[in-house]
């Protein structure tokens, strides 16, 4: 039950992104109630009616929707103005781009006309017994006046330009990630036809949008990016975004970056203190090891990505952490049996933490095996055992004891009442995002004998790297 629960919130929030607004101003749509948006209030009679002729659109014409609608209004003095509009605030019109007060019909009158909505007030009886009192003691009369107000594409939301051109009955989707400049969509099959009017839209509607993308295949397992089409505006993939404080910079279109997570970046960092060690095996361009780097831990951070490796030192510059983090450009398994085993006898010799974080969900569990026996039994060794904390997706009923127990498969050692599972997020329908956190037993991290294990599936580097962001230019 809390799983449905969570996905059906994290499903409306995501639906709704951009249309909660759209429940203040939904008497200005038109189509039939079955076709509506989530988060969407029907109000009749209604206001605004698309054209038909906008229906199956697919090049943007802005002045289609150009229609004039007759609305309530009230003569009101220049001089007691402000005082009736305040008095008036939940009769009057709430239109985007619309202001409500307007001038009277002669030139230079001292009066000026204050827009009413139809659907609250339709005669001088729809007014409420303070508005009325309101009326009396300004002197003003409660007469309406009728006015033809002029409503255009600018003064619609993306959910209602959408609704008016789809195909009626097709499911409306309006929601995107933000990255930067950068509008990433999902689109569904019945929206590709439309989608560079979508692109436009979502361009139009949304101040500092310039280039509005649609994601053309899943996520590539091994560099994590996928391949994407711009749908309007420039082709700049360039993105700089801030996340929890940090700035980062990077080509979107060449590495991993998902704003959903910044939330999980943070409930991780925050585990970690001053002095202690953060080896992380999926830097990608940073996330995790530049905010725990702030904190004055001491960070290893690799990714087998050439592109997120650049980007992981530029951003490493970029907040002045060149000499707190020491990057890589290796296959996980190689980095953890690489660089964490040479670090970690001294660690474990410590009292700070150790921590290894391994986000890369669709295939980290399976890189679990790297940790048996990869040290040599010291018995001084044991004081200060590092911390795990890994990610993986689950499309099972009980996705906490599937990446439990496949976790412990791929260890080699039963986790269960040995960790902690933490949902991060529900990634599609029937698929979930879980991080599992354990300390490494030391029957693993020392056993003698190690199991074959399958080689990875992350290609082996042409040119391994492994430096220090100092030396970097």
Same mark, same amino acid.
């Given at each position: 039950?809390?799983?449905?629960?969570?996905?059906?919130?994290?499903?409306?929030?995501? +639906?709704?992104?951009?249309?909660? /607004?759209?429940?203040?101003?939904?008497?200005?749509?038109?189509?039939?109630?079955?076709?509506?948006?989530?988060?969407?209030?029907?109000?009749?009679?209604?206001?605004?009616?698309?054209?038909?002729?906008?229906?199956?659109?697919?090049?943007?014409?802005?002045?289609?929707?150009?229609?004039?609608?007759?609305?309530?209004?009230?003569?009101?003095?220049?001089?007691?103005?402000?005082?009736?509009?305040?008095?008036?605030?939940?009769?009057?019109?709430?239109?985007?781009?619309?202001?409500?007060?307007?001038?009277?019909?002669?030139?230079?009158?001292?009066?000026?006309?204050?827009?009413?909505?139809?659907?609250?007030?339709?005669?001088?009886?729809?007014?409420?017994?303070?508005?009325?009192? &309101?009326?009396?003691?300004?002197?003003?009369?409660?007469?309406?006046?009728?006015?033809?107000?002029?409503?255009?594409?600018?003064?619609?939301?993306?959910?209602?330009?959408?609704? /008016?051109?789809?195909?009626?009955?097709?499911?409306?989707?309006?929601?995107?990630?933000?990255?930067?400049?950068?509008?990433?969509?999902?689109?569904?099959?019945?929206?590709?036809?439309?989608?560079?009017?979508?692109?436009?839209?979502?361009?139009?509607?949304?101040?500092?949008?310039?280039?509005?993308?649609?994601?053309?295949?899943?996520?590539?397992?091994?560099?994590?990016?996928?391949?994407?089409?711009?749908?309007?505006?420039?082709?700049?993939?360039?993105?700089?975004?801030?996340?929890?404080?940090?700035?980062?910079?990077?080509?979107?279109?060449?590495?991993?970056?998902?704003?959903?997570?910044?939330?999980?970046?943070?409930?991780?960092?925050?585990?970690?203190?001053?002095?202690? &060690?953060?080896?992380?095996?999926?830097?990608?361009?940073?996330?995790?090891?530049?905010?725990?780097?702030?904190?004055?831990?001491?960070?290893?951070?690799?990714?087998?990505?050439?592109?997120?490796?650049?980007?992981?030192?530029?951003? *490493?510059?970029?907040?002045?952490?060149?000499?707190?983090?020491?990057?890589?450009?290796?296959?996980?398994?190689?980095?953890?049996?690489?660089?964490?085993?040479?670090?970690?006898?001294?660690?474990?010799?410590?009292?700070?933490? #150790?921590?290894?974080?391994?986000?890369?969900?669709?295939?980290?569990?399976?890189?679990?095996?790297?940790?048996?026996?990869?040290? +040599?039994?010291?018995?001084?060794?044991?004081?200060?055992?590092?911390?795990?904390?890994?990610?993986?997706?689950?499309?099972?009923?009980?996705?906490?004891?599937?990446?439990?127990?496949?976790?412990?498969?791929?260890?080699?050692?039963?986790?269960?009442?040995?960790?902690?599972?933490?949902?991060?997020?529900?990634? /599609?329908?029937?698929?979930?995002?879980? *991080?599992?956190?354990?300390?490494?037993?030391?029957? #693993?991290?020392?056993?003698?004998?190690?199991?074959?294990?399958?080689?990875?599936?992350?290609? /082996?580097?042409?040119?391994?790297? *492994?430096?220090?962001?100092?030396?970097?230019?």
């Amino acid at each position: 039950m809390l799983r449905f629960l969570s996905r059906t919130f994290e499903s409306v929030q995501s +639906q709704t992104k951009l249309g909660f /607004a759209a429940v203040l101003q939904s008497f200005l749509f038109s189509d039939s109630v079955s076709s509506g948006f989530i988060g969407r209030t029907v109000m009749e009679p209604k206001l605004y009616r698309p054209p038909p002729e906008v229906r199956g659109m697919t090049s943007l014409d802005k002045d289609a929707f150009t229609r004039t609608v007759t609305v309530p209004a009230l003569q009101v003095p220049t001089g007691v103005l402000n005082k009736v509009v305040k008095s008036l605030k939940k009769s009057t019109l709430h239109c985007p781009g619309v202001h409500r007060v307007v001038p009277g019909s002669e030139e230079g009158s001292s009066f000026r006309l204050v827009l009413l909505d139809p659907h609250r007030v339709s005669s001088a009886s729809s007014f409420s017994e303070a508005e009325a009192e &309101a009326l009396r003691s300004f002197g003003v009369s409660d007469e309406l006046q009728q006015y033809d107000l002029k409503l255009t594409y600018d003064n619609l939301k993306t959910e209602e330009v959408l609704e /008016a051109v789809l195909p009626q009955g097709q499911d409306v989707t309006s929601s995107f990630s933000r990255v930067g400049h950068i509008a990433h969509m999902n689109l569904r099959d019945h929206q590709l036809p439309y989608k560079n009017l979508i692109g436009q839209v979502i361009m139009d509607k949304n101040p500092g949008i310039t280039c509005v993308v649609n994601k053309t295949n899943v996520i590539d397992s091994t560099y994590r990016n996928f391949k994407m089409e711009v749908l309007a505006g420039e082709e700049n993939m360039v993105a700089k975004v801030k996340e929890n404080g940090v700035t980062y910079e990077f080509d979107f279109s060449r590495v991993y970056w998902n704003p959903r997570l910044s939330t999980e970046h943070q409930r991780v960092v925050q585990l970690v203190k001053r002095g202690d &060690a953060v080896f992380d095996v999926f830097a990608g361009v940073g996330p995790f090891a530049i905010p725990a780097a702030r904190l004055g831990a001491k960070v290893l951070a690799n990714d087998l990505n050439p592109e997120s490796y650049r980007w992981l030192q530029h951003n *490493c510059k970029l907040n002045k952490l060149e000499s707190k983090v020491q990057t890589f450009n290796l296959d996980g398994r190689d980095f953890i049996r690489g660089p964490l085993r040479r670090e970690l006898p001294a660690l474990l010799k410590g009292e700070s933490a #150790v921590h290894v974080v391994m986000n890369l969900p669709a295939l980290a569990l399976e890189f679990l095996d790297a940790f048996r026996g990869l040290l +040599q039994p010291e018995p001084t060794c044991d004081r200060n055992l590092p911390t795990v904390h890994c990610y993986g997706f689950s499309k099972h009923d009980d996705p906490e004891a599937d990446v439990v127990q496949r976790a412990s498969r791929s260890l080699g050692f039963p986790l269960e009442n040995e960790c902690s599972v933490h949902f991060v997020r529900n990634v /599609a329908p029937n698929k979930d995002m879980m *991080c599992v956190r354990f300390t490494v037993p030391k029957d #693993v991290l020392y056993c003698s004998s190690q199991t074959k294990t399958e080689p990875s599936e992350e290609p /082996a580097p042409k040119k391994p790297k *492994c430096e220090d962001a100092t030396n970097l230019t």
